[in-house]
């Protein structure tokens, strides 16, 4: 060995050097010879699980067998001689065993011979873990001892629940009696206890909301059985996700009528970035063609922004880029990206005609999702969320996501029209969120650091990165630190990342028990600090491990390789250092939410008022193109009116005569 290499030779005597870490794991390569005495690693997570009691009781007698097997005890000094009776070169095996038999009874302590025995091939062939009672360690299954009869009619109980009403965990007992009487008659088997089958239908029921939200339910009964499917964007622009929601804030329409605008914008899922936002009263298929031209064009500086996002003053490798595009030059501190593919769900403004002919002429494949799939457009729909809690929730007119949220007489304080809250919105893309650290991008060697969107977006245009596979073997893996995770639907989260393999199905173990109730039915996960590539998985069930690998792991080269961090870590090095700009567009943040919050100039007094004021300014605001006033001004000095040519005098002017009702009626009257 050196350092962390190995040098082998091999019968001719060639040589070869290998990182020990393939020398471990790897798969063509077997150990021929043990030390004799060395014991087998234990399984460092079950462990945990057992009683302290236990477990000093198999440490005790884990020191008596080294002992006997070795010579010396475990604790003794490194340059001890065998204690008289042990030593393997004078003693046999058997005469050691009966020697500490003879130890151990004149201590006090009742032992067979055959205990003895038994202990020390146990510890030969599974080490301590071999001298753990195994009545402590004993893993149980997910349904325990209830008949199985039963359990197959609660899950046919539990599956019927899908569409229905939310109801009790009594009326569903009352349906599994049912269904057994109808398919087993007189033979039917009774319901277990009332706190056994309350046991029964939680681990059943686990993840289904079989008694929580009738929605949420229908919701996860669409999803797939099998694991989510994910897709890794290694380029801004590689995959974009397009969607619509109506915002949560009450505007004044062209019309006059107050209501809740249509939110609809692209996030880009390599940088979590905002191409284009547009509001409008309802989203055609043209806006959403509108908002791939503004996703394609530069965000212009607006009067009244801070210079500080400026795209000259951001992360955002200004130079370069204007040297691509002179555009550029005055634009905002908001990336311009180019979608290669849009992912976007059978809404009709996205799968008709005008759409699909926007994308073929700008060069973009459209994937619409499945139908009843939200969660294959997920980036977007959690971005709805953020809006809601980062900009609509301190803008005057928030009406709350439902009416459950929405204060009293919410909808009267509606004062912004579109056009004005669409300009609050860009500024809030371009100030906020573009600059706001994202819980998305996080670097995976360096969890707790996330980039904001402008900060991801410089790190990908530089490089992508690549990330190394590893292997590992059942004795380099015990040697690992351990960590007890539930396994979900999408796979084992850990550490802020979603690991996933079809092993998983292959076992069944998704939502199910893993039967050590000390860890609350959790798995034992076995993962390396310095190789997020993959972790391990101890199968409670069968024994072994299963490899699951994280999920990027296939998409080559990644997003978060080396090289692109590199660029990430010199960002956020100068991020620390430009506190100016930082502070400026903290402040500018501060001072756009109390701008939305506070409505428009001049403040209407009353809420009659501020409508009417709303109303205006949207009746006011020309919706097409205007000739500059300029224009207009000369344009009316040139071409005279009719009554400037030819003056005529004003004729006289006769006044109306004055209803009567009642001399009318006189008049009518016979």
């Known amino acids: 060995m050196t350092g962390s290499g190995v040098r082998l030779e091999d019968v001719v005597g060639a040589q070869t050097t290998l990182p020990l870490g393939e020398v471990l794991t790897g798969r063509d390569l077997e150990w021929v010879s043990t030390p004799r005495g060395a014991a087998p690693l234990p399984p460092a997570g079950m462990l945990e699980v057992v009683p302290q009691p236990v477990m000093a009781r198999a440490r005790w007698w884990e020191r008596h067998l080294i002992e006997l097997l070795t010579g010396v005890a475990p604790d003794a000094a490194h340059d001890s001689t065998p204690q008289s009776g042990y030593d393997p070169r004078r003693h046999t095996l058997r005469q050691r065993e009966l020697a500490k038999l003879t130890e151990l009874r004149a201590a006090g302590h009742s032992v067979s011979f055959a205990t003895i025995k038994r202990l020390r091939a146990a510890y030969e062939r599974q080490g301590l873990w071999g001298l753990v009672d195994q009545r402590y360690a004993r893993v149980s299954g997910p349904t325990g ?11 046919q109980a539990i599956d019927e629940e899908t569409n229905r009403s939310t109801g009790t965990v009594k009326r569903l007992a009352r349906r599994v009696t049912q269904i057994l009487a109808a398919e087993h008659g007189n033979t039917a088997p009774a319901l277990p206890s009332t706190a056994t089958f309350y046991r029964l239908v939680g681990r059943l029921a686990q993840g289904r909301h079989t008694f929580g939200s009738a929605k949420t339910r229908r919701s996860l009964a669409k999803s797939p059985k099998g694991p989510f499917g994910s897709v890794s964007a290694l ?37 979590r970035s905002i191409p284009a936002a547009v509001l409008r009263p309802t989203t055609k298929a043209a806006d959403a063609a509108v908002l791939l031209a503004r996703a394609l064009t530069p965000e212009p500086m607006r009067p009244g922004w801070v210079d500080a996002v400026r795209m000259s003053r951001s992360v955002l490798p200004h130079r370069r880029l204007t040297a691509l595009d002179d555009q550029l030059t005055h634009a905002a501190a908001r990336p311009v990206i180019v979608p290669e593919t849009i992912v976007c769900d059978n809404g009709k403004a996205y799968v008709s005609q005008t759409f699909r002919t926007a994308c073929r002429a700008m060069g973009i494949n459209l994937q619409p999702t499945h139908l009843g799939s939200p969660w294959e457009n997920s980036a977007v729909e959690r971005s709805f969320n953020s809006v809601g809690t980062l900009f609509a929730q301190y803008v005057a007119g928030h009406v709350g996501r439902s009416v459950e949220h929405r204060g009293k007489s919410a909808e009267k304080n509606a004062v912004w029209s579109i056009v004005e809250l669409q300009a609050l919105l860009d500024e809030w893309i371009v100030t906020v969120w573009q600059n706001r650290p994202h819980d998305g991008l996080r670097n995976p060697l360096a969890p707790d650091t996330a980039l904001t969107p402008n900060e991801q977006y410089a790190a990908l245009v530089e490089v992508a990165g690549y990330v190394p596979v590893a292997l590992n073997a059942d004795d380099y893996v015990e040697l690992l630190p351990v960590s007890w995770n539930r396994i979900g639907r999408a796979g084992i989260k850990l550490n802020r990342r979603t690991y996933d393999d079809n092993a998983l199905d292959a076992y069944n173990l998704r939502g199910e028990h893993s039967g050590v109730t000390a860890r609350d039915g959790r798995w034992e996960v076995h993962f390396d600090p310095y190789d997020i590539t993959r972790i391990w998985v101890r199968n409670h069930r069968d024994g072994g491990w299963i490899t699951v690998g994280w999920k990027h792991l296939r998409s080559a080269p990644m997003p978060f390789g080396e090289v692109a961090w590199q660029h990430a870590r010199n960002i956020l090095r100068r991020r620390g250092e430009d506190t100016a700009t930082e502070a400026q567009i903290a402040a500018a943040a501060a001072q756009l939410l109390d701008r939305a919050e506070q409505g428009p100039e001049p403040k209407a007094t009353t809420p009659r008022d501020r409508r009417v004021a709303g109303r205006t300014r949207s009746t006011n605001a020309p919706s097409g193109p205007r000739p500059n006033p300029s224009e207009q001004q000369d344009t009316a000095q040139a071409v005279p009116t009719a009554r400037e040519e030819n003056p005529e005098p004003l004729a006289e002017v006769i006044p109306l005569p004055l209803f009567d009702a009642r001399e009318e009626a006189r008049r009518w009257s016979f």
């Open 235 to 271: 380029r801004p622009g590689q995959w974009v996700h397009i969607d619509s929601t109506p915002i949560d804030v009450r505007v004044v329409l062209d019309n006059g009528v107050i209501d809740r605008a249509e939110l609809t914008w692209l996030v880009d899922l390599a940088t």
């Open 145 to 155: 001892r209830v008949d199985q009869r039963v359990v197959d009619a609660t899950v």
